[in-house]
């Protein structure tokens, strides 16, 4: 479900590897249970209590793999991990994620170096997996005000992939992966604002002439972006999906620019730049049908436009849409929108960044 556009032998190899090792079966099931029970809203504790039984097993298993030379490092070690984290994030987990996260890169680091000292650097399942990563290490980024990659992107171990795969909309993340340097240095350039609101402390909120400059030169690489290609596997497939992929390229790059317009760059709500920016990223939303699982990709667009709208009719159609995903049972779906419309009804003058972060809250927009 979290990668409705990954081509059929990535999530058949996963499947495959499950029937093979146990603590992969167990994350998987824990993973596909918790989903379940989002999507017809059960939360008994008899349903709790089977979630949870599969993921302590799946620990278990993950724990003795881990302390195994022929298991660590092994894709399954690295899936189970990754399937664990990510059913963190679904699930709110917030605290434990981030161990997850990290202790999943010491292990794909691990791996990578083993391919390279072997000089197999192209097995596209592994490919498959880094990308998995980079996503959501580079959401969880962009979704607070204290958000750094756990990952060094554009120039760190996990940079082994071809220009090739780079240059396309990415079936992965839906999004061309040049984008993840650029989304890493807007994420940096947040995190180096104060974090009280300049209002109250009687400071000017107006960025340096260096932060300005490096912003600009952001928004020229992030405008060459625009037009980056569908991967021909994609086209060759037909059907909408090609289309709707180059919609959530759309949708992020624009959102990219909204972060940098509204949080590096501190233009007001109603800037031409602002508006030009949420009109963009939901112009691109509406190229994708409303119910299509494509739309479990742009969580972080429209959320980021939802933010920074004080118009209605987007804030309607913003709802709806989050509203299409949360019925399939996307926890972070469903905890994004409760989170949006709370940051509406409080007519606060902060940011979104600062007011979650005044209450203790905490998404990852994956």
Request: proline residues 5%; contains cysteine.
């Amino acid at each position: 479900m979290l990668f409705p556009a990954a081509r059929d032998s990535f999530l058949q190899r996963i499947i495959s590897a499950a029937m093979e090792t146990p603590h992969l079966l167990y994350a998987l099931l824990a993973s596909s249970c918790s989903h379940h029970s989002r999507l017809v809203q059960d939360s008994s504790p008899r349903r709790k209590m089977t979630c949870l039984k599969y993921t302590n097993w799946a620990i278990a298993g993950l724990r003795t793999a881990l302390y195994d030379p022929n298991q660590m490092i092994q894709p399954t070690t690295i899936i189970t991990a990754m399937v664990l984290c990510t059913n963190d994030v679904c699930n709110g987990n917030m605290t434990i994620w981030r161990t997850h996260l990290r202790g999943v890169l010491r292990i794909l680091t691990a791996l990578l170096e083993q391919q390279r000292a072997s000089f197999n650097m192209n097995d596209p399942f592994i490919q498959c997996l880094v990308k998995w990563f980079k996503t959501m290490d580079i959401l969880a980024a962009l979704s607070g005000v204290h958000g750094e990659c756990i990952h060094d992107p554009g120039n760190g171990p996990l940079d082994s992939l071809s220009d090739h795969t780079t240059w396309s909309v990415d079936d992965i993340s839906g999004y061309s992966l040049d984008l993840v340097p650029i989304l890493a240095q807007i994420a940096q350039l947040v995190c180096h604002k104060d974090l009280r609101a300049p209002a109250e402390i009687g400071m000017d909120d107006t960025p340096s002439p260096e932060t300005m400059m490096q912003a600009e030169i952001l928004e020229t690489k992030l405008h060459s972006l625009v037009d980056r290609p569908v991967c021909e596997d994609v086209l060759s497939s037909g059907g909408s999906l090609a289309w709707e992929l180059q919609s959530t390229h759309l949708a992020f790059v624009h959102s990219a620019l909204l972060h940098l317009h509204r949080r590096v760059q501190s233009f007001p709500m109603r800037h031409v730049k602002v508006r030009a920016d949420i009109e963009n990223i939901l112009d691109a939303v509406s190229q994708i049908e409303p119910h299509s699982l494509t739309n479990i990709l742009i969580l972080w667009p429209i959320f980021s436009a939802g933010c920074e709208t004080e118009r209605h009719d987007e804030r309607e159609m913003i709802q709806t849409r989050m509203g299409n995903m949360q019925k399939l049972g996307m926890g972070n779906f469903t905890r994004a929108r409760a989170v949006l419309r709370q940051f509406w009804a409080s007519g606060s003058p902060l940011p979104w960044d600062l007011y979650l972060a005044r209450l203790g809250l905490e998404l990852v927009l994956f």
